[in-house]
T-cell receptor
Framework: EAGVAQSPRYKIIEKRQSVAFWCNPISGHATLYWYQQILGQGPKLLIQFQNNGVVDDSQLPKDRFSAERLKGVDSTLKIQPAKLEDSAVYLC???????????FGPGTRLTVL | GENVEQHPSTLSVQEGDSAVIKCTYSDSASNYFPWYKQELGKRPQLIIDIRSNVGEKKDQRIAVTLNKTAKHFSLHITETQPEDSAVYFCAASLEYGNKLVFGAGTILRVKS
């Protein structure tokens, strides 16, 4: 089966600019996650979707981050405006309804200058 | 909420030796504990996982042990090889599609 797809793979922006990331989960996976991985740390969950509904966004900085999964398949994560501390790898993962295993995409490496 | 601590942060072993990485968790309700391997610049990949109804699980050279009373679990890699060099993350979650809370990671270096 095809894996989780993400784009772009790399993005460099200046602070206060906006950026958007895209994720296409494994076909049939109802649950989609966005994680932020700062260099030298473990991934931290930003938001979790079950189909097109938000399950957990408790750690999403809602003043600047937003995410949607309108049709319950693809998802976009947006940062507006970006700060220096947003420099990180943004990982998308998906899992099926009946299994715990989360499959990760290759990530988008964001550098904010 | 859940908090996962992982030790050591770096680990160097000689090829052929064993490596052990330990994690503790805070939420006694957590019952799913995966381990991910992440090579430089690549995505995390699941290498083994364990559920709370099992005390130990083994897959070839890797094994995971879980002590629910003490709230800690460990990854054991035997007969280490250079290709085992990577960052290893432990994580904890509730069952069925809940978020993973990750440890800070362990950089494993296997010297040949």
């Amino acid at each position: 089966e095809a894996g989780v797809a993400q784009s772009p793979r790399y993005k460099i922006i200046e602070k206060r600019q906006s950026v958007a990331f895209w994720c296409n989960p494994i076909s049939g996976h109802a649950t989609l996650y966005w994680y932020q991985q700062i260099l030298g740390q473990g991934p931290k969950l930003l938001i979790q979707f079950q189909n097109n509904g938000v399950v957990d966004d408790s750690q999403l900085p809602k003043d600047r981050f937003s995410a949607e999964r309108l049709k319950g398949v693809d998802s976009t994560l947006k940062i507006q405006p970006a700060k220096l501390e947003d420099s990180a790898v943004y990982l998308c993962a998906s899992s099926s309804r009946l299994a715990n295993e989360q499959f990760f995409g290759p990530g988008t490496r964001l550098t904010v200058l | 909420g859940e908090n996962v601590e992982q030790h050591p942060s770096t680990l160097s072993v000689q090829e052929g030796d064993s490596a052990v990485i330990k994690c503790t968790y805070s939420d006694s309700a957590s019952n799913y504990f995966p381990w991910y391997k992440q090579e430089l610049g690549k995505r995390p990949q699941l290498i083994i996982d364990i559920r709370s109804n099992v005390g130990e699980k083994k897959d070839q050279r890797i094994a995971v042990t879980l002590n629910k009373t003490a709230k800690h679990f460990s990854l054991h890699i035997t007969e280490t090889q250079p290709e085992d060099s990577a960052v290893y993350f432990c994580a904890a979650s509730l069952e069925y599609g809940n978020k993973l809370v990750f440890g800070a990671g362990t950089i494993l270096r296997v010297k040949s």
